[in-house]
């Protein structure tokens, strides 16, 4: 059963663009329904603010909202306020009950009030919601899904300084695809989500493909002076305003080559847990 993407966009902003900033550039209704959402929320909202009417959807239409790390700037403030005493810790600070609130949002501006999922996954949150979006296609669970992916990057921050999370210059971001079971109006198709319990696994499959100069890939920082190599004929994916993106923020690449690309096939390859990998493979 053929899965196609029907609608593809992305949205990247500033680490400094602050509230106030971000309400202004949704459409008057839209500010209207977010006015009291977090920075977080806004995030997720703009790539799908000015294009709702490209989104098919239906009464049977799903929700799949990822998340790496959640609403870290919100959760980083209220346990500064905290720490200083200015603050009580109350159960919408933490990062979950943020995801979920933030999901909640997107429902109530895209109108879809079916099956709705929100998760966190610190290597593979996007791929994971894609992997179940599409299996509720199959299944009819939905008849189109909505899955999204949004991160907020902070320099060194608080809350997590481990080395792999911890990468410079990085922007917060999110990406949005609709996926349907019709091919008509398609932006591209959705060939495969493949599985690999290592890099090795991964690099041995990715050699076995046919590649020509429309054949292109993108992978994850973690990725890049470790063990998984290439092969020949295959060409990172750079679009200009996600090439200094921490890459496991995972959508915005692969929504950036569908919106862009009208002619080629990506591998969109991330890393999880214990070395595990992923690849999802598009074609336009």
């Known amino acids: 059963m053929t899965i196609y993407i029907q609608f593809s966009n992305f949205f990247v902003c500033e680490k400094s663009t602050d509230l106030t900033a971000l309400k202004n550039e949704l459409p008057a209704t839209v500010r209207k329904s977010l006015r009291k959402s977090s920075r977080f929320s806004l995030i997720a909202a703009q790539p799908l603010a000015n294009n709702l009417n490209q989104l098919y959807r239906d009464e049977m239409s799903g929700l799949y909202f990822a998340s790496e790390r959640g609403p870290l700037a919100n959760t980083e403030a209220c346990l500064q306020d905290f720490k200083q005493g200015t603050w009580q810790l109350m159960p919408f600070s933490f990062l979950n009950v943020g995801i979920n609130s933030a999901c909640f949002d997107i429902a109530q501006l895209v109108n879809i009030n079916g099956k709705s999922l929100a998760l966190s996954d610190a290597d593979q949150g996007f791929a994971t919601a894609l992997q179940i979006a599409c299996n509720d296609l199959r299944s009819k669970a939905v008849s189109s ?19 792999s999370h911890s990468h410079g210059n990085t922007n917060d971001s999110a990406a949005w695809m609709n ?7 398609a932006l591209a198709k959705l060939d495969g989500i493949y599985h690999f319990s290592t890099p090795q696994h991964a690099e041995t499959w990715l050699h076995r ?14 990725l890049k002076e470790k063990s998984l190599t290439p092969p020949d004929g295959l060409t990172e994916y750079q679009h200009p305003a996600t090439k200094t993106l921490f890459t496991t923020a995972q959508g915005v690449k692969l929504a950036a080559f569908v919106k862009e690309t009208s002619n080629g096939c990506l591998f969109h390859i ?5 070395g595990a990998m992923t690849i999802v493979k598009v074609s336009t």
């Open 145 to 163: 899904a909505l899955v999204g992916t949004v991160d907020e990057h902070l320099n060194q921050s608080a809350i997590f300084t481990a080395p």
């Open 179 to 185: 996926l349907t079971l019709n091919s008509e109006s």
């Open 209 to 222: 493909q046919t590649y020509d100069e429309n054949h292109f890939f993108t992978l994850p920082y973690t």
């Open 270 to 274: 991330t890393k999880g847990a214990r």
